[in-house]
């Protein structure tokens, strides 16, 4: 999973990034509410303005830190009513760094937008 957090979400997103043991999952211990996604297993953020449900495809090493890169395919793309014109995220609405104008935890809702496969013009 892959979540784009707007302001209203920034606090949790901060507060996730702190080492916890692995048997405490970071989402229970904020108190974030979750949904199932629809191609994969994991849950996503409810809040989220944008989350894509992604596969692993690789993990790439390199240097001497033997740094991690991460690939995965983006499969399913949830985005909050609202946030899309002419199947384009408006980023004026979505700017993370600017207060959102709804409700703070309004979860996404699914429109004709919403979990849309999106063409890939390398693909289609």
Not at 32 to 45: A, Q, S, Y
Not at 71 to 98: C, Q, S, W, Y
């Amino acid at each position: 999973m892959i979540h784009i957090a707007d302001t209203p979400l920034m606090s949790a997103v901060h507060d996730s990034s702190v080492e916890h043991p692995p048997e405490i999952s970071e989402v229970e211990h904020l108190g974030l509410e979750t949904l199932d996604c629809e191609r994969i297993k994991v849950r996503r953020l409810a809040a989220a303005p944008v989350a894509m449900e992604c596969r692993f495809r690789q993990c790439l090493e390199f240097g001497d830190a033997r740094s991690r890169l991460i690939v995965g395919e983006v499969v399913m793309f949830h985005i909050r009513d609202g946030l899309v014109n002419d199947g384009k995220v408006e980023t004026k609405v979505a700017r993370p760094d600017r207060p959102h104008r709804r409700p703070a935890l309004r979860p996404p809702r699914r429109d004709r937008d919403a979990g849309r496969r999106v063409p890939d013009p390398e693909i289609d």
